[in-house]
């Protein structure tokens, strides 16, 4: 792959986990909302650990492509 082309990989998967962390600050605010109206938490809670199972892949995803653009870097 040549090097524009990763980095548009790149900031791809950086926007993918900047909004994965927005969508996790999200679901904890909604937990806590129901939490006050003491509704059950259990789908809420699921559907946060969900959020945090994508994001682990996306920054693992996004570190990945970070090594191979600072190899390419190095290689030129």
């Known amino acids: 792959m040549d ?5 548009r ?3 791809e998967a950086q926007e993918r986990a900047a909004l994965g962390e927005k969508h996790i ?4 605010k909604v ?6 109206l003491g509704a059950d938490l259990t789908e809420a809670e699921r559907l946060l650990a969900n959020f945090e199972d ?3 892949a996306y920054v693992a995803d996004r570190d990945r492509i ?3 653009l ?3 870097m190095q290689s030129k």
Not at 31 to 36: E, P, R, Y
């Open 70 to 72: 600072a190899e390419l």
């Open 3 to 7: 090097i524009e082309m990763v980095e």
């Open 54 to 56: 994508l994001q682990r």
């Open 66 to 68: 970070e090594r191979e």
């Open 25 to 28: 600050a999200s679901q904890h």
């Open 9 to 11: 990989h790149l900031a």
């Open 31 to 36: 937990i806590a909302k129901l939490k006050g």
